[in-house]
């Protein structure tokens, strides 16, 4: 089986410049469990200043933050046909 770092340079993205994410912030700021910074895969959330920050120019698209914020704070859609990450086998 392939290193997960081998099979994650066969992902692409193209970037829409609609985010098919967007996060309220402000319903982050009382957030003590900040889950999505930890189970997101691609690492895309982060706490800087005490405020929540995110890009979702290399989703992966698992939908993982939406299930775990339990805020309700992640508004999330598949990207527009054409947009987004595809994945290679090979």
Do not use: N
Not at 6 to 25: N, Q
Not at 60 to 72: D, F, I, M, P, Q
Request: proline share 6%.
């Amino acid at each position: 089986m392939q290193p997960i770092e081998e099979r994650l340079e066969l992902v692409r993205f193209k970037v829409d410049k609609r985010p098919h994410i967007r996060v309220h912030t402000e319903a982050c700021r009382d957030c003590d469990l900040t889950p999505c910074v930890y189970v997101c895969p691609a690492g895309l959330f982060e706490i800087l200043g005490g405020e929540m920050h995110f890009s979702y120019e290399h989703c992966l698209e698992c939908g993982t933050c939406y299930v775990a914020c339990e805020r309700k704070a992640i508004e999330w859609d598949y990207p527009r046909g054409g947009w987004g990450v595809s994945f290679r086998a090979s």
